[in-house]
Every structure is written in structure tokens, then in C-alpha cells.
């Protein structure tokens, strides 16, 4: 059984940075693409970033590009998003997500979610 694990959420001022992490077991993670999303209180669950399997290819939302770094360690199982100038409209419950289709990934179609991490981003 597939399990994503987030933490690294909390509540920081706009500037300020964050890393969430994602522990995730119970696959051959390493052939895995992975991704995050996130979705803001009474809005739409929206597409943030996602990974490559490799490591060698990364995709981001517009309104994060620049900003917002996501990697992975296979060797540990690890995906990370790394968030820096963050605003207040970066606010939201962030999810990790994996899927063999990268394509589903990013659609939101994603087989395995974790549960969410709270992210505050004070003005």
C-alpha cells in the first residue's frame, strides 16, 4: 500500500521561506514522477509543481515559478518543496502526490495523495 506522508508546513510571515516534505513508502519510489499541489480555503484544489522519476525534469504553476523549488532523494524516498518569498496567496493545505502517468499527475488524476500540510503565509 502506497503511503505519502507530508510535513514542514506552519504559519510564516510573506518574505519568509519554507520546506515541505514528503516521506512516501510502499512503491518502488525511485520509477515514481511526483508532484504537489495545493488548495487554498473555499477554492479550488490547484497544481503547483511535479518531478520527474529521474530527478532531471521539473514543472511548475506560473505562480510559483522562480519561487518555489520541488526535488527528490530516492535514496531516502523523499520529495521536498522548497518555497521562498512567500505570499499571502500562497496560502493553503499543501498535498504530495504520485503517479506512474505524470500527465495524470499534473491533471489532478493522481492515484496516490497524502493528507496535507497546512500552510499560513501572514501579510
Known amino acids: 500500500q502506497v503511503q505519502l506522508v507530508e510535513s514542514g508546513g506552519g504559519l510564516v510571515q510573506a518574505g519568509g521561506s519554507l520546506r515541505l516534505s514528503c516521506a512516501v513508502s510502499?512503491?518502488?519510489?525511485?520509477?515514481?514522477?511526483m508532484g504537489w499541489f495545493r488548495q487554498p480555503l473555499e477554492k479550488e484544489r490547484e497544481f503547483v509543481a511535479s518531478i520527474h522519476w529521474s530527478g532531471g525534469w521539473t514543472h511548475y504553476a506560473d505562480s510559483v515559478k522562480g519561487r518555489f523549488t520541488i526535488s527528490k532523494d530516492n535514496a531516502k524516498n523523499m520529495v521536498y518543496l522548497h518555497m521562498t518569498n512567500l505570499k499571502p496567496e500562497d496560502t493553503a493545505v499543501y498535498y504530495c502526490?504520485?503517479?506512474?502517468?505524470?500527465?495524470?499527475?499534473?491533471?489532478?488524476?493522481?492515484?496516490?495523495w497524502g493528507q496535507g500540510t497546512q500552510v499560513t503565509v501572514s501579510s
Open positions: 502526490v504520485a503517479d506512474k502517468a505524470i500527465v495524470a499527475l499534473e491533471d489532478g488524476r493522481g492515484n496516490y
Open positions: 510502499g512503491t518502488t519510489f525511485s520509477t515514481l514522477p
